[in-house]
């Protein structure tokens, strides 16, 4: 997964919750949580990452998705 905006790949494996007309992929393990899902309908999706590393930390973002 390559975010254009901020130019970056995330290559961490993502287990694949649910797939039809959304795409819901997560991975989890002692200290994060990371989720994506996809709206193929609208090539709309969403990522987040909830973690804990001795700071209060997480992200969220939205975007369009580009099919490559």
């Given at each position: 997964?390559y975010d254009h905006?901020?130019?970056?790949?995330?290559?961490e494996?993502?287990d694949?919750?649910?797939?039809?007309?959304q795409?819901?992929a997560m991975?989890?393990d002692?200290s994060?949580i990371?989720?994506?899902?996809i709206?193929?309908l609208?090539?709309?999706g969403?990522?987040?990452i909830?973690?804990?590393?001795g700071?209060a930390?997480?992200?969220?973002?939205t975007?369009?998705?580009?099919l490559?």
């Amino acid at each position: 997964m390559y975010d254009h905006e901020i130019k970056v790949t995330y290559s961490e494996k993502l287990d694949i919750i649910l797939e039809n007309s959304q795409l819901v992929a997560m991975y989890s393990d002692s200290s994060k949580i990371k989720t994506l899902v996809i709206d193929r309908l609208n090539s709309y999706g969403t990522y987040s990452i909830s973690y804990t590393d001795g700071y209060a930390h997480g992200q969220y973002g939205t975007g369009e998705c580009i099919l490559q």
